[in-house]
């Protein structure tokens, strides 16, 4: 075996009780989550968006970065920073979440970024349209596939490359699809891709090619190793389905205040109201469109065809509950901690109810808020009711008026 395939392993899936590797803490140190309690800001702030860095943030220099369209296309273009920018102008609200958001929970865990559930944020993508470019390179008859090579290089599972997705010709052409250079109204961070990257509204994270230097239209599926390793599989020999689009999932914001280590949370007797988001990247539900879409300015943001916008989201309410109330329990605080924490996860024995099914919750954005009550069931001697995340509550469903979050918005300028 040789030195390279002995520090870059083939997939697999850790062994019953086996636990989190210095590798895996290696990849945490590198990437990050957004904190739970950031779900406050409609918009991430960039320090707390979730990231992934497959390999190393490449040193790119704008000057003399290009942008390259090449392949089947009758007109070749090759584009520096300044044309790009430009271009007319779109300023997208777009949520994006990893598709392995969850991983380190999994039994069996594949062995990988060690993922809880944070990794996701929601950003203000500002940049030109994907289609509009293809429109100018227009691509042959035959061209049926778009490539998107990113500058990070490195080696993964024992092969070489540099970042590559693909969408085909139909998915990239798509009007809400940019080619973005500002993140909530400044130029990228090096992190998230500076000076270019892909944005594909509604879709996983792996497909939001960072450091784009390159386009390529061809005539067949891309079969690169990015483009094959994301995929559900029940069983490791399946070739599996492709994952594309965001599936619906939610989380709460953490209530009361957590310990350190543990990051239990702990709350004073009383009313909790518990706020927390849900997304997903079929938007299906009940949804108004704005065709066109509104032109507020450059900076401005409407409405975002084929999502959501404010007036039309669903919400859920948790009713008040008394500690102790649903079922006996000879320790009040533990019974309490139970009836408070909705999850910190995605709740998904909440919002598979059938009452979250009629209202449509799965199938929009909505700002959560229910409402619970830590009441007073606590022996005489504490003040505060210990309430442990990653358990969910059995509370039904109901329907109340929230705020979006996020609201997939639009606007669209000349520059």
Known sequence: ???????????????????????????????????????????????????????????????????????????????????????????????????????????????????????????????????????????????????????????????????????????????????????????????????????????????????????????????GYQQAAYRLRQDPDETGVPLTRMEPRALLIPPGWPDFMSRARFLHPGPVELRGRAWSGQSLGPRRMSSP???????????????????TTRSARVPPTRPGAASPSSNPGTEAASQTTASSESPSSSLTTDAARRTGLRKSLPRITPRLDVADAVPPARTFLPVRQGRHSSAPIGRSAARPWPAPQRSAASA
């Open 1 to 223: 075996m040789s030195t390279g395939e002995q520090l870059s392993t083939p997939a697999r899936v850790a062994e019953l009780g086996e636990g989190i590797s210095e590798d895996e803490l290696q990849l945490a140190s590198r990437n990050h989550g957004m904190p739970l309690e950031a779900m406050r800001y409609d918009v991430t702030p960039p320090g707390l968006h979730y990231l992934l860095i497959h390999y190393d943030i490449p040193a790119v220099d704008p000057d003399t970065w290009r942008l390259r369209l090449t392949g089947l296309v009758e007109h070749p273009l090759v584009l520096d920073l300044d044309t790009i920018r430009a271009r007319p102008r779109t300023t997208l609200r777009v949520t994006m979440e990893c598709a392995g958001n969850g991983r380190a929970r999994l039994v069996p865990r594949p062995i990988s970024q060690p993922w809880l559930v944070e990794a996701v944020g929601t950003a203000e993508w500002t940049g030109t349209s994907l289609a509009a470019l293809l429109r100018d390179a227009t691509p042959t008859g035959s061209a049926s596939e778009v490539v998107f090579t990113g500058s990070d290089h490195g080696i993964e599972r024992g092969i070489e490359q540099n970042y590559q997705r693909s969408l085909s010709l139909r998915d990239a052409s798509d009007d809400d699809v940019l080619l973005v250079y500002e993140m909530n109204g400044a130029p990228l961070l090096p992190q998230h891709g500076f000076p270019l990257r892909l944005v594909v509204p509604g879709w996983y994270g792996m497909t939001q090619v960072k450091w784009l230097h390159e386009i390529t239209v061809t005539d067949a599926p891309f079969t």
């Open 293 to 311: 879409p509104p032109a507020t300015g450059p900076g401005g943001v409407g409405n975002c065809p084929g999502t959501l916008s404010p007036d």
